[in-house]
Nanobody, 129 residues
């Protein structure tokens, strides 16, 4: 069955950078919107970023705008989250996800967790001050 696996998390200092990788197996996700979410203890799962199937545009949450970027490589069936200038408040488990909602320019990318159907196991990102 379809599987998403995140990697690249770790313990870093404020101001450092990380790139998270989400590798897919079991099926192709080239036709799917792909997103990144994060969840800190005691908090709701939070939308971070999403990219269109073609990767030609993306949506980035205001909290990370200007610091994070989402990209994808259809040939590798992978999606990435580049994180720059990390802050302690970025500490969370980061999840990649795929949505089966057909993408149209009119509706745009989904922002809610329940609109995503396939999830990775998550990777921990811890940012120390």
């Amino acid at each position: 069955q379809a599987q998403l696996v995140e990697s690249g998390g770790g313990l870093v200092r404020a101001g450092d950078s990380l790139r998270l990788t989400c590798t897919a197996s079991g099926r192709s996700f080239v036709s799917n919107v792909m997103g990144w979410f994060r969840q800190a203890p005691g908090k709701e799962r939070e939308f971070i970023a999403a990219t269109t199937p073609s990767g030609d545009s993306s949506s980035i949450a205001a909290a990370v705008q200007g610091r994070f970027a989402i990209t994808r490589d259809s040939a590798k069936n992978a999606v990435y989250l580049s994180m720059n200038n990390l802050h302690p408040e970025d500490t969370a488990v980061y999840y990649c996800a795929a949505s089966e909602i057909p993408f149209t320019h009119r509706v745009g990318v989904p922002f809610r967790a329940h609109e995503y159907n396939f999830w990775g196991q998550g990777t921990q990102v811890t940012v120390s001050s």
